[in-house]
């Protein structure tokens, strides 16, 4: 086991590498420097992309109910299933059509357990495993691991495609992701948020005027606090997904 330089000052995540049976662990801080960069090791095992079926053309899917305060702008179909309340639409306004318990709403909401499971069950010799707060880092391509909560704070999330634009990535986190304001992901050299797949294990919470990529998969609830901005798709599997002058697009 290697240990890199600790920087006491900031938060500290650790991220681990499995290799057959063998584990190799590094600790470094959340935020690079010269003498201390931070590198996520590149795995060798390609991904294949999380189905969605009948979920992907939705860029919000919940359970329970949808709730919206302000002038929250959303582009593709929304979907309730089996819940009956939706508020905020206006002054909400949705690209799209909205589907309330009906068969395509009901359909998504087995394809969205469906893809859950999937992105949950995913495993591989070279999986990533990470924890605490991500900001900072830089992810390629491959299979990402939380065995706890986790959380994009005191910096911002790269994911580096390589120069592949069907390159895949998949978060898996057993309990909460919470995304701090004014935090953002960033794509690069051909990432795209059609292929981030972010399974989460309770819910996820993203702050004021955050920036966010990909497919969020959440059991329980989803939260956009004011000014947040999705480019991708909010499906919560049994909760609510509550927004307040949020931006989203299904891409």
């Keep these: 086991m290697k240990t890199g330089k600790i920087i006491t000052t900031i938060a500290i995540v650790s991220i681990s590498l499995f290799t057959g049976c063998k584990k190799k662990t590094t600790t470094e801080a959340t935020s690079p420097t010269t003498s201390n960069p931070i590198v996520i090791p590149i795995q060798t095992t390609t991904q294949a992309q999380v189905a969605m079926a009948g979920a992907a053309n939705l860029a919000i ?5 949808i709730t919206n305060t302000g002038a929250t702008n959303i582009t593709g179909d929304m979907g309730l299933s089996p819940g009956t309340s ?15 318990n009906d068969a395509i709403a009901n359909q998504a909401k087995l394809d969205l357990t469906a893809a859950y499971n999937d992105a949950a069950g995913r495993t591989c010799t070279d999986i990533v495993a990470i924890a605490g707060n991500v900001g900072g880092l830089t992810f390629t391509p491959g299979l990402y691991k939380s065995t706890s909560s986790l959380e994009l704070s005191s910096g911002d999330l790269t994911f580096d495609g390589k120069g592949n634009p069907n390159a895949v990535f998949i978060i898996q986190i057993a309990s909460a992701l919470t995304v701090t304001s004014d935090r953002k992901v960033i794509l690069a050299n051909g990432a795209s948020a059609a292929n981030i797949f972010w399974q989460v294990g309770t819910s996820a919470t993203f702050g004021t005027t955050s920036v966010f990529k990909g497919t969020v998969m959440a059991l329980q609830s989803i ?6 901005t999705l480019t991708g798709r909010a499906l919560a599997r049994n909760g609510a997904i509550t927004m307040s002058g949020n931006t989203i697009v299904n891409q």
Excluded: D, K, R, W
């Excluded at 939706?86 to 309330?100: A, C, D, K, N, R």
């Excluded at 939260?223 to 947040?228: D, E, K, P, R, Y």
């Design 61 to 65: 899917l919940a359970g329970s109910g």
């Design 86 to 100: 939706i508020g905020g639409f206006p002054p909400g306004i949705l690209v799209g059509t909205q589907h309330v």
């Design 223 to 228: 939260s956009f606090n004011t000014g947040a």
